[in-house]
């Protein structure tokens, strides 16, 4: 079955940047689009962006434009999410995505527990 | 940017049915996904495409889109139903996932 794994939660000073990793398995890792999204405390569910299976191409929230970096690394299955710049606005669980069926970006199935990111000074 | 507007809470009897309703410019042209989201775990998709339902969600649970509204019918209410609920849509003129602000639904 699929399963991901993240990496620890982190704790950064603003003006910071954090690189998140979500490593998958259970599942043809290339054949998927994956989301990033974020659940802030008060702001409900906010989608940062997604990378296409070849890992060539992205697409990002515009309000997030220019400060969400997403990567892939196919040899290991990982999918990373680097953000810049963090205020105490950028506080909240990042969860990485998987698109609902091969090729398909419109929906996704969040996985795991997230990544709990603290911006504080 | 697309926006999608939910009522931010909704209370219902155990047995009762919830609706949670989702509004958008011509909503019913596109495709409405339905996050639920418990406390302390990750969100579950509970609908997709409008109507359909993943393995393992109870029937209870059946979506609808037209129009300016797409809505969420919880039927039989059970205390494990409260949660937070959210729409989404993929926004094709601007390639972005939109999410609704959220329902909290509350079991008397």
């Known amino acids: 079955q699929v399963q991901v794994v993240y990496s620890g939660t982190e704790v950064k000073k603003p003006g910071a940047s954090v690189k998140v990793s979500c490593k998958a398995s259970?599942?043809?890792?290339?054949?998927?689009?994956m989301h990033w999204v974020r659940q802030t405390p008060g702001r409900g569910l906010e989608w940062m962006g997604v990378?296409?299976?070849?890992?060539?191409?992205?697409t990002y929230a515009r309000r997030l434009q220019g400060r969400v970096t997403l990567t892939r690394d196919a040899s290991t299955s990982t999918v990373f999410m680097e953000l810049s710049r963090l205020t105490s606005d950028d506080t909240a669980v990042y969860y990485c995505?998987?698109?609902?069926?091969?090729?398909?970006?419109?929906?996704?199935?969040?996985w795991g527990q997230g990544t709990l990111l603290t911006v504080s000074s | 940017s697309y926006v999608l507007t939910q009522p931010p809470s909704v209370s219902v009897a155990p047995g009762q049915t919830a609706t949670i309703t989702c509004g958008g410019n011509?909503?019913?042209?596109?495709?409405v996904h339905w996050h639920q989201r418990k406390p302390g775990q990750a969100p579950v998709v509970v609908v997709y495409?409008?109507?359909d339902r993943p393995s393992g969600i109870p029937e209870r649970f059946s979506g609808s889109n037209s129009g300016n509204t797409a809505t969420l019918t919880i039927s039989k209410v059970e205390a494990g139903d409260e949660a937070d609920y959210y729409c989404?849509?993929?926004?094709?003129?601007?390639?972005?996932?939109?999410f609704g602000g959220g329902t909290k639904v509350t079991v008397l």
């Open positions: 995505a998987r698109g609902w069926q091969p090729g398909r970006h419109d929906v996704f199935s969040i």
């Open positions: 259970g599942y043809s890792f290339t054949n998927y689009f």
């Open positions: 990378i296409n299976p070849s890992g060539d191409t992205t």
């Open positions: 011509n909503i019913g042209t596109k495709s």
């Open positions: 495409d409008d109507t």
């Open positions: 989404q849509v993929w926004d094709s003129s601007s390639d972005e996932v939109v």
